[in-house]
């Protein structure tokens, strides 16, 4: 074999998600993009904020282009990740330092890296499933190991039973994501303290650092829940952030990892990061979108949308008869498939213009992911495909 | 140790040509730009094409935001591609595959992704001396190997014999880089063709495909000189290209790999990229820079700047007693040390204000890089400090 096989083999599987999206790309060119449902894929629906269009106007009438878009340094221009750390600062009464903040070409960048700078071969990376597809190709390519363990299946919460037995010495690092993809829940005050005093037990037992990754894409839609912001709860925690989500900005690729403050060896860890971001070839993220986030940091789209949309469509399913947990933050619905196959499900779906993504490269076969990232009018206009599906698998209405 | 070795050292060492810029920056807001002349980075200091700036005011006035800066396709935007496609085949009378185009930010991640694509453990990756120095980076973090290979002292060019000599089994890719950095020559067609015959001849030889991967940032900078295109002259080739040099858009990130339509397995090899790039935590190129090269694709910076600037700096560096190759292309002179210790002589030049980089992690001692993609300007007013420097070294002027 002249090529990588397992860099072959992640190509061919593709992202599933990434497959249906396209499907739905092409069908929208066939039928019409209002008759197409696509729930298959992340990509927000809804504008960014206005000043981020007026900040790119005034960027490119004011800064001569050879400024604007030329290099800035590899873990970010200075002043985009002070901005960065002063917001946090003030936003979470943290001791973020700027000098421990990396931006990244978005959450998955930033995830790769991170993994890049702890994992060496056999080291063992504990999640939750059902989680991100892509952690377990991130993990693996750096020839470590993705755990992911069984949630409580009232609530997709942590089993901290199963977690206490599943950590050992290979563990490096436990790997969270709230508000979740794909179930929407999110972890409480009360849960992170319970992840961190666990997680400090094994440290002491085991004599070195276990670092906590918190990927919080998220973080703002959460609907007026509290996400807590981990670096108060555990010293040796790391989060990670994109705007792809915060700011309609997916295909802008701008986010940014922050090393915790109190973190063991802070600045070893981020000199790492340095490192494993120069080895996967990035250079810098986005100079003009870096100007961009200085400005409009703490700035969000508007989610009453995603909001209304969550309502309609949760409250629709549940009528019609589906089974779903109710989605605390994110704009994802968790549904579980009327029958055992949910790849089986998502193809039957298509019938009705509906376009999903089977839970099943999620680690939690049986469901599927419906991303309400979308117009309202969209949703509106799929309530009568998805009643029409329900009557296909003879759900019956609860009336 | 609970970090990677190999990237806590990647980051320590940080690049010395960013290190140099970052040191420069810094003297900057001491003294003022006028008076530091950084010569360290590839960073194009002349503006980008007027329509670059024209285009995205347009893009972002009438393209809804939440298509504009939403996910495109991993490989990129089919549009974008095309366009590629299509500029290559009128351009290069070639046969480029928009199917076999994939989008990246930037050449250094299309290498990085291009190498986890191809190497396993202990394959070999050849290239010639001086090189890039994040080469070595971007192959050693797949655990492969970098074989750097002396060239012919008077030209920079191959040396065929060594390289027949260093060849072997596991052999995986050939690099190149023309025209070059840091030495500015350009690859004949002679040249091109030499190596093809060998690397076919190897591939009978051990029965497996070697692949030819041509780095070609300054593909366009070449003063009048023409720069064959590699896919003409060898089945198996990679094109890596970026937009940072002849647009002038370095901090954007945007740049593709192309696959020779006439490689082995093709569409093997690019799944493979594809993979790669999902390995290493690629989601897209910047949605909107895509929009733009679609549009501005075939149009570059105004490079009758860097011609005016090699001529005045060449003449006066030969003027004044330093020695350096005629750079046919790219926008460097590789310049002589006047003592063994090139790092001693950078730091001498820095007391001139004079910043260039030293050519040690280039894998060829006793040189430095001077990057001449500054304002002419600048050019002019740094003359005096290289005769200072010379003077300072007694070397003698050419009269």
Redesign the interface.
């Known amino acids: 074999m002249?090529?990588?096989k397992?860099?072959?083999?992640?190509?061919?599987e593709?992202?599933v998600i990434?497959e249906i999206f396209?499907y739905g790309l092409k069908r929208k060119q066939q039928i019409g993009d209002e008759n197409v449902f696509d729930f298959s894929?992340g990509?927000?629906?809804?504008?960014?904020h206005k000043q981020?269009?007026e900040k790119?106007?005034e960027l490119?009438n004011t800064i001569?282009?050879?400024k604007?878009?030329?290099?800035?340094?590899?873990p970010g221009a200075p002043t985009t990740k002070k901005a960065i750390a002063n917001y946090l600062n003030k936003t979470f009464s943290c001791d973020a330092k700027s000098d421990l903040i990396y931006i990244t070409?978005?959450a998955?960048?930033?995830?790769?890296?991170t993994f890049?700078?702890?994992?060496?071969e056999d080291d063992e990376v504990i999640t939750f499933a059902p989680f991100f597809p892509?952690y377990k190709?991130?993990v693996?390519?750096t020839n470590a190991k993705l755990i992911a363990l069984k949630t409580q299946p009232e609530n997709f919460l942590p089993d901290f039973d199963l977690l206490e037995k599943a950590i050992n010495p290979k563990t490096?690092i436990v790997l969270i994501n709230s508000p979740n993809n794909p179930t929407g829940v999110i972890y409480s005050e009360k849960t992170i303290q319970k992840l961190a005093e666990l997680l400090k037990k094994k440290e002491n037992e085991y004599g070195?650092?276990i670092?906590l990754v918190s990927d919080e894409p998220y973080r703002e839609i959460s609907y007026g829940k509290d996400v807590p912001f981990v670096t108060h709860y555990y010293k040796n925690s790391i989060v990670i952030y994109s705007f792809s989500k915060s700011l309609?900005?997916?295909?802008?690729?701008i986010g940014y990892i922050l090393v915790s403050t109190k973190a063991?060896n802070a600045d070893?860890?981020?000199?790492?990061?340095?490192?494993?971001g120069?080895?996967?070839?990035?250079?810098?993220?986005?100079?003009?979108?870096q100007r961009v986030i200085e400005d409009c940091i703490g700035l969000t789209s508007d989610f009453s949308i995603y909001e209304k949309n969550r309502n309609l469509l949760y409250e629709h399913l549940i009528k019609i008869g589906f089974n779903c947990v109710y989605p605390d933050g994110a704009f994802y619905l968790f549904m579980e498939s009327p029958i055992a196959d949910a790849e089986e499900f998502c193809e039957k779906a298509r019938d009705f213009e509906l376009y999903f993504v089977p839970s099943n490269s999620f680690g939690h076969p049986g469901f599927v992911r419906i991303g309400y990232c979308v117009s309202t009018d969209q949703i509106e206009k799929s309530l009568d495909s998805f009643t029409k599906l329900a009557n296909y698998y003879q759900l019956s209405e609860i009336t």
Chains 1, 2 share one sequence.
């Open positions: 002249f090529l990588s397992r860099m072959l083999g992640y190509g061919q593709s992202s990434r396209e894929i990509n927000p629906n809804i504008p960014t981020v269009t790119i106007k490119v001569p282009p050879e604007l878009h030329g290099y800035t340094s590899g070409s978005g998955a960048a930033a995830l790769a890296i890049k700078a702890f994992l060496n892509d190709v991130f693996e390519s490096k070195h650092p670092f309609s900005l997916a295909g802008e690729r063991k070893m860890v981020y000199k790492t990061i340095c490192g494993a120069r080895a996967l070839g990035y250079v810098c993220a986005s100079s003009m979108f």
